[in-house]
């Protein structure tokens, strides 16, 4: 069965930090682009970290998180993280974990985890 899961959301104050996991099951996850995308109430759903293993390991990262966010991937336990640091009241979101083969036409979300930035 093919899946993510992303656990690690919560409450956290201005200038905190948490660190999301997603963990996928089913698939060679190596072999998948892997991204975070995250959706704010009322907004459309947004691009904020990518890795791809192959060519030595490759990020990307939107403008806005850039600094303060740092994606990874651990490809012998198949999960992905999003280490946030420094967050806004901005960053709050529902964050979803993406995999993606394009050469398979794959492309996989998980449910989602919250994030809230509040004091």
């Known amino acids: 069965q093919v899946q993510l899961v992303e656990s690690g959301g919560g409450l956290v104050q201005p200038g905190g930090s948490l660190r999301l996991s997603c963990a996928a099951s089913g698939f060679t996850f190596e072999s998948y682009l892997m991204s975070w995308y995250r959706q704010a109430p009322g907004k459309e759903r947004e691009f904020v970290a990518l890795s791809i293993t192959s060519g030595g390991g490759v990020t990307n990262y939107a403008d806005s998180v850039k600094g303060r966010f740092s994606i990874s991937r651990d490809n012998a336990k198949s999960t992905m993280y999003l280490q946030m640091n420094s967050l806004k009241p901005e960053d709050t979101a529902v964050y979803y974990c993406?995999?993606?083969?394009?050469?398979?036409?794959?492309?996989?979300w998980g449910q989602g985890t919250q994030v809230t930035v509040s004091s």
């Open positions: 993406n995999a993606r083969r394009p050469s398979y036409g794959h492309n996989i």
